[in-house]
């Protein structure tokens, strides 16, 4: 009894040996149960391990995959996350992936460079306006910790992406946005990015959600671009106020713009109503053309502004001259045609004003100061330095505008007169086409002048070096026959002189051989 007692204790002692075991197989524990009971001996000494699997290259056939590391395979290199003490941007590279590293320049990049470096200056220096764990911004809203992800609630992603681009290039914080805004003054900002402002108010529908947040105690839980809109334009009038500032920043600049490009459109048109020599010119070039037309084309009665350009194409016959070089010459010593560039100024200027984008800026102007009236009658006594700002632009304002409305219409007006003046319509006509033709004519006709005064002055120095050569010539010929004339006279004379001492000589020989036969000779006798 006690060897069964011991031998069915030594049976649960193997047993339990045998579930610790992690790697017997089935079969290993079926023999261990039909071993015989043997007094003393415990199945856990007297069971071998298992042999381990054979080693190859690879997974084997039939069995799971083996843990990464196994068998050769190499591990993917995981990313690695520095903690950082401040929320640093990102920087936008962009990762280039590639197998081997190995032939690149970064096969030599040292991965913990970072740890040499002073990296805490860094994160001063870099880090972002806004950090994650704050309780608190400047704007008094509460901020929530890097782990706390919110998404858009109120608004749109498209809206919300913007309006996050926007909060970063702007230079102050919401709070004092509407501090400056209130006092409708906001001098350190680009007016570009506060027009963009202006676009993202939002909807009456969004402004009861908004409301409807911050009464339950859960605005928190919204966006932080969506809390910056509600910080804005939870203050009333918000909008009208930064259309006003918007209004109040441009207001000089687009008087600057407009008023001197109405003024020159005004007396350019003027000076084509008013110009004698114009008629006069106009009846020259009709006079011409109709001569040439009339025995193809016939006769006409007037022509379009625009064919003031074609009078250059017209050539001499040998081509080296135009129908403008002709005019030129014709009015050169005629006042009456000549002052007419005298006359007709500042064509070009308003040749490249556009009437309908200048009345869309008196609109802007128009509409801008009945805001601000709006928005100074709205305007309560709290605020008194404001209303005063905003009173004494508006005074100002008020005088301006009028007066703009005023060069506005008389530029039409001049405009309307000068284009039916010149037989065109005025409804189908702007600036460029009519300014433009005239003002290009008058260059073109006083570039055929100075033409003509090159080409004049050309042939006056071609007469002068073709006289001075011609009188070079003369002089040339007449010493050559001078020359001639005395190489002959100096011929001649020697001639002579050789002709008279042989004469000479020969009579004297003849007169003593012919005293020779009459009077003997003798020989020493002299007179005495």
Request: with cysteine; net charge positive; proline share 5%.
């Amino acid at each position: 009894a006690a060897a069964a007692a011991g031998g069915e204790e030594n049976v649960c002692k193997s047993s339990e040996s045998v579930s610790g075991m992690t790697a017997v197989p089935p079969a290993t524990s079926e023999k261990l149960q039909e071993i015989p009971d043997a007094p003393g001996v415990t199945l856990e000494l007297s069971v071998a391990p298992p042999p381990p699997p054979p080693m190859s290259d690879g997974p084997v056939a039939g069995m799971p995959p083996p843990p990464p590391g196994m068998f050769g395979m190499k591990q993917k290199q995981k990313s690695r996350i520095i903690k950082t003490k401040y929320k640093l941007p990102a920087l936008n590279w962009q990762v280039v992936h590639k197998k081997s590293w190995s032939s690149t320049i970064f096969a030599a990049v040292d991965p913990d460079l970072y740890k040499k470096l002073d990296m805490a200056e860094f994160e001063e220096k870099f880090k972002l306006k806004s950090q994650p764990g704050e309780e608190k911004d400047s704007s008094g809203v509460k901020k929530f910790t890097a782990q706390q992800v919110r998404s858009a609630k109120v608004l749109d992603s498209n809206s919300c992406r913007s309006i996050g681009i926007l909060r970063r290039k702007l230079p102050f914080t919401a709070r004092e946005l509407v501090e400056q805004v209130n006092c409708y003054r906001v001098e350190s900002c680009d007016i570009d990015l506060l027009e963009q402002l202006t676009k993202f108010s939002p909807s009456s529908t969004e402004i009861q959600k908004f409301e409807r947040y911050e009464k339950n105690n859960t605005i928190t839980t919204l966006s932080d671009e969506e809390l910056f809109v509600w910080e804005l334009y939870r203050v009333p009038r918000f909008k009208a106020k930064l259309r006003s500032v918007v209004y109040m920043r441009k207001f000089d600049e687009i008087v600057k713009f407009v008023q001197p490009q109405l003024q020159a459109v005004y007396v350019a048109g003027s000076a084509i109503t008013s110009s004698p020599a114009l008629r006069k010119m106009f009846e020259l070039i009709m006079a011409i053309g109709n001569y040439a037309n009339s025995g193809r084309r016939g006769w006409t009665s007037g022509f379009q502004i625009a064919s003031l350009d074609t009078l250059k194409t017209m050539k001499t016959t040998d081509g080296s001259r135009s129908l403008l070089n002709y005019m030129a010459e014709f009015i050169d010593d005629r006042s009456e045609y000549n002052s007419i560039f005298n006359e007709l100024v500042g064509l070009e200027r308003a040749s490249q004003v556009v009437l309908s984008q200048m009345s869309g800026e008196l609109a802007q102007l128009v509409n801008g100061l009945t805001l601000l009236r709006a928005e100074d009658k709205k305007a309560n006594d709290k605020g008194s330095t404001s209303r005063e700002e905003l009173s004494m632009f508006l005074e100002n304002a008020k005088q301006v505008v009028p007066d703009i409305e005023r060069t506005c219409k008389r530029a039409h007006e001049a405009f309307q007169e000068a284009a039916e003046y010149l037989g065109e319509v005025f409804k189908s006509q702007t600036p460029a086409e009519v300014f433009g033709p005239l003002s290009r004519f008058l260059r073109n006709l006083r570039d055929a002048g100075k033409e003509n005064e090159a080409a004049k002055k050309s042939a006056e120095v071609a007469v002068k070096k073709a006289a001075l050569t011609a009188s070079k010539q003369l002089a040339t010929d007449k010493h050559k026959r001078m020359a001639d004339q005395l190489n002959d006279l100096l011929k001649k004379g020697n001639q002579t002189v050789a002709a008279t001492r042989q004469g000479a000589t020969s009579g004297f020989m003849d007169d003593m051989i012919n005293a020779s036969k009459v009077v003997a000779f003798r020989a020493g006798v002299s007179g005495r």
